[in-house]
Each structure stands twice: as structure tokens, then as C-alpha cells.
């Protein structure tokens, strides 16, 4: 089993940075694309930036510039380095995995996400 937990969360006023971490453990031979996503109440689930395992980015355009995300292989940890935060950034943060954990056997995973609050 693969498990990932996400950490870093927390409020912040507006323009503020905060700086989330995934990290993953459990039966992992290596990790591909890994995901952000974020919901915020009353709107549906929506990617915020990906990583694939080459480390080829993108990113939604509403956080393209403020947002970077980034990975540490060596840790199973993905980052998310979010700068310049709007009041709409507000929302439950979670990462998502493709896992390889054998030569035969790959996952898709979720965290159990992290709160951002960002204040006026």
C-alpha cells in the first residue's frame, strides 16, 4: 500500500507564500506524475499544477506564475511553492500519484489534503 500525506497548510493573509509538501511512503519502486489539486467549498475538484517524473510542469492558468511545483525523487516529496496568494487561492489541497510499485503492479493515488486560508 502507498500512502501520501500532504503538510504545510495553514492562513495566511493575502500576497502571503506558503509552501506545501506530499510526501509519499509505503510499497513505492518510483513515482510518476504526480498532481495538486485543490477544492474549494461549493466547487468541484480542480488541477492546479502537475509534475511529471522527467520533471515536465504545468500549471492552471489562475496560479500559472504565483505557483511552482516541484519534486525531490530522492525523498518521495513533491512541493508546491505558492506565492502571491489571492483570497479565491482559499480552498483543501491534495496531491495525486501514479505509483509504480512493482514491475507489475502501479496505483493512483490521493492524500488526505491540507487546508489553505488565505485572509483579506
Known amino acids: 500500500q502507498v500512502q501520501l500525506v500532504e503538510s504545510g497548510g495553514g492562513l495566511v493573509q493575502a500576497g502571503g507564500s506558503l509552501k506545501l509538501s506530499c510526501g509519499a511512503s509505503?510499497?513505492?519502486?518510483?513515482?510518476?506524475?504526480v498532481g495538486w489539486y485543490r477544492q474549494a467549498p461549493g466547487k468541484q475538484r480542480e488541477l492546479v499544477a502537475r509534475i511529471t517524473s522527467l520533471g515536465s510542469t504545468n500549471y492552471a492558468d489562475s496560479v500559472r506564475g504565483r505557483f511552482t511545483i516541484s519534486r525531490d525523487n530522492a525523498k518521495n516529496t513533491v512541493y508546491l511553492q505558492m506565492n502571491s496568494l489571492k483570497l479565491e487561492d482559499t480552498a483543501v489541497y491534495y496531491c495525486?500519484?501514479?505509483?509504480?510499485?512493482?514491475?507489475?503492479?502501479?496505483?493512483?493515488?490521493w492524500g488526505q489534503g491540507t487546508q489553505v486560508t488565505v485572509s483579506a
Open positions: 509505503g510499497s513505492i519502486r518510483s513515482i510518476n506524475a
Open positions: 495525486n500519484a501514479d505509483v509504480l510499485q512493482s514491475s507489475w503492479r502501479a496505483g493512483n493515488y
